[in-house]
Structures are given as structure tokens and as C-alpha cells.
């Protein structure tokens, strides 16, 4: 008799996760596309879609949507963000494996029969990488290329172009949901939980509706910010080194100035100097402070321990009936 393999190596389920937010428009068709590559699969299917707390129609059309495949719909209290809507996705997860997909339409569902096969070959991480940045400008592409290379310096947790569109193994699923953090930088933790991983070359569609959450620049650099502050403590000693390379330039310049009036006697010139480096030091202070304070400010958040989401109502959708549950 053949045993049972273990839970931790079981390969016949899967749950799709999607974070939503405002995507009223969207969720409908992205579902019904996915409803049909999943009925396709040989393993037993559900659709988990988050509602990080939109505006909009979204957590009801989801509700309602027409779909062979069982939906739960997890509805946030408010706007969480991304990362804690992917990890309340990946804590309500049963099954064998987890994919999580945008809800904007831009990831393509046809991608996860290749994802689950290369899954079914003993891979625990199926990702999708994107072939090029074409659709972004200019100046997005470039900044993302450098901040990259500054994130990627020290540690490789941070893979360029690879986003959310992955599916991932029941013991990847327990392992991120076990880690304790409060300030999720999901793109990171995806790779520090470590794991055979497989990357899968593909070209991101046109979103169905609106545009990208991100688009402002402000918000996109404190996600920027946010990931940097959580992988690593370079900011922490560059200043350091701007420190001893200011104090080994005073030092420099000291000499001079004391050689210079031994041998040609004192004048006083160069209140110019004073206050430049004045004004040099202040700065270079104010920016090492602000950056300490970054980090003082994560211990913050982390020492306060407030849960990363709270859900409002969970729904679940099985096709015939419905349940709701507080
Ligand atoms: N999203 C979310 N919460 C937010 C912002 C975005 O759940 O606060 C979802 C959004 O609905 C989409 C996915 O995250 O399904 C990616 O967002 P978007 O397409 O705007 O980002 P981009 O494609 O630029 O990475
Ligand atoms: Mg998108």
C-alpha cells in the first residue's frame, strides 16, 4: 500500500488570493478568467479575494460573481495596504498552495497551469518575472533600476522585475505566516523565507480599468523607503563613514590652518569657512538624525504590536448558498 504523502508535501489543492482595491470594474471579469483556467485544473480550487477596504463596489461584485470555483471574499475594516491584504490572503490559505494575482488584470490567469506544473515538478516558489519595464517611463524605469542595485547591495533578497504574481508551496505559506513583523515588505520576504524557486519570463497586460495605485511618486518612495528600512542597515553605516570622513577633512584642514599661521603668522580672515562648515555639519547632523529616526520609528511601530489588518466581514460564496460570518 502506498502512504499517504505528508501535508507538508500534498500537491492537489490550491487557493488563488487576490488583493483588491477599488477595482469594482476589474474583479468581475479577472475572476471569471480565472474561474475558467482553474476549473481546467486537476486539483480542488478556491478563490480568495481581499477587499482592503475599497470605496467602491468591489467586495459586493466579488460576492456576486458567477464562478464554478468556491470564492471567500475577506473584507478589510479599511485600507490596509497591499502587503497586509496578501498576508491576511496568505493566513486564511487551506490548501496545498497559494497563487497571489492583482486584481487590475494585469497579471494573465493563464500563466498558473505552467506555475502548478513546475509546482507539481518539487518546486516550492513559481514566480513571474517580467520580460521588461517598456509600458513604465522613463524615469520610473530608471529609478526602480537603481533602487534595486542600492537594496540588492548587501543581501540579494530584492529580485528586480519578480512582483506578487507567484504561486508558493504550503510550506512557504507557513513559513511567511509565521514571521512576526509588523512592517511587511512582501517582495523581500518573499525571497528571505528562501526555498527552491522557479522564474517564469512574462509581459504584464494592460490594466482593465483606472490606473496603477502607485502612480504618485510620493507613495512609491516611501514603499521604496519602507523596503530599504526593512532589508537593511546601510543608511545606518553610511553615516557612519560620512562621519569619520568629515571629522579625518576637519582634521586636514585643522593642520593646515595651524601650519599656515606658525610660518606666516596670524591673520583673521575666513568667516566664510566658518559658516559654511556650519552650515555643512548642521546638515550632515539633521540628515544622520532623520535617518536614525527612521529605524526608531519601525522599532516603534513593531513594539506597538497592533494587528496588520482587521477584517470587517468574511464571505463565503460556494456557488449555490451563502454563508456570512462576522
Ligand atoms: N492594492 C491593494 N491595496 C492597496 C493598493 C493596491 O490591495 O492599497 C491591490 C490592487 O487592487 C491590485 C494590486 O494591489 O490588485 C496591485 O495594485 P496596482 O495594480 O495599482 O499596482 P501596480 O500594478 O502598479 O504594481
Ligand atoms: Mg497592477
Do not use: V
Given at each position: 500500500m502506498m502512504p499517504k504523502p505528508a501535508p507538508q508535501t500534498r500537491r492537489e489543492s490550491l487557493s488563488v488570493i487576490i488583493p483588491a482595491y477599488n477595482e469594482a470594474q476589474a474583479i468581475v471579469p479577472v475572476m471569471q478568467e480565472l474561474d475558467k483556467v482553474l476549473q481546467a485544473l486537476p486539483l480542488k480550487c478556491r478563490i480568495i479575494v481581499v477587499d482592503d477596504g475599497s470605496r467602491d463596489a468591489t467586495a459586493q461584485n466579488a460576492a456576486d460573481a458567477q464562478c464554478e470555483t468556491p470564492v471567500r471574499v475577506i473584507r478589510f475594516s479599511r485600507n490596509f495596504g497591499k502587503e497586509a491584504a496578501i498576508s491576511a490572503g496568505l493566513s486564511s490559505v487551506e490548501t496545498d498552495a497559494a497563487v497571489i494575482i492583482d486584481a487590475d488584470g494585469q497579471h494573465p490567469p493563464d500563466m498558473i497551469p505552467q506555475f502548478v506544473k513546475h509546482w507539481q515538478e518539487g518546486y516550492d516558489v513559481v514566480y513571474a518575472k517580467r520580460a521588461?519595464?517598456?509600458?513604465?517611463s522613463w524615469l520610473r524605469r530608471n529609478l526602480s533600476r537603481l533602487y534595486y542595485k542600492i537594496v540588492s547591495r548587501e543581501n540579494s533578497f530584492i529580485e528586480s522585475?519578480?512582483?506578487?504574481f507567484r504561486l508558493m508551496s504550503r510550506p512557504v505559506i507557513d513559513a511567511l505566516n509565521s514571521l512576526?513583523?509588523?512592517?511587511?515588505?512582501m517582495k523581500g520576504l518573499f525571497n528571505w523565507v528562501g526555498f527552491k524557486k522557479f522564474p517564469i519570463e512574462y509581459t504584464p497586460r494592460e490594466?482593465?480599468?483606472?490606473?496603477?495605485?502607485?502612480?504618485?511618486l510620493v507613495l512609491l518612495f516611501r514603499f521604496g523607503i519602507l523596503g530599504i528600512m526593512s532589508f537593511t542597515t546601510l543608511p545606518l553605516r553610511l553615516i557612519s563613514l560620512l562621519g569619520v570622513i568629515v571629522a579625518g577633512l576637519s582634521i586636514l584642514y585643522g593642520s593646515y590652518i595651524a601650519l599656515r599661521t606658525l610660518i606666516f603668522g596670524v591673520d583673521v580672515p575666513g568667516w566664510a569657512t566658518v559658516v559654511a562648515g556650519m552650515m555643512l555639519l548642521g546638515g550632515i547632523q539633521l540628515i544622520s538624525i532623520g535617518i536614525l529616526g527612521e529605524y526608531v520609528g519601525q522599532i516603534f511601530t513593531e513594539v506597538k504590536n497592533r494587528p496588520l489588518y482587521i477584517v470587517a466581514e468574511v464571505v463565503e460564496n460556494d456557488g449555490q448558498e451563502r454563508q456570512q460570518a462576522a
Open positions: 521588461a519595464r517598456d509600458t513604465d522585475n519578480a512582483g506578487d512576526p513583523e509588523k512592517t511587511r515588505f490594466r482593465i480599468a483606472d490606473e496603477s495605485k502607485y502612480t504618485s
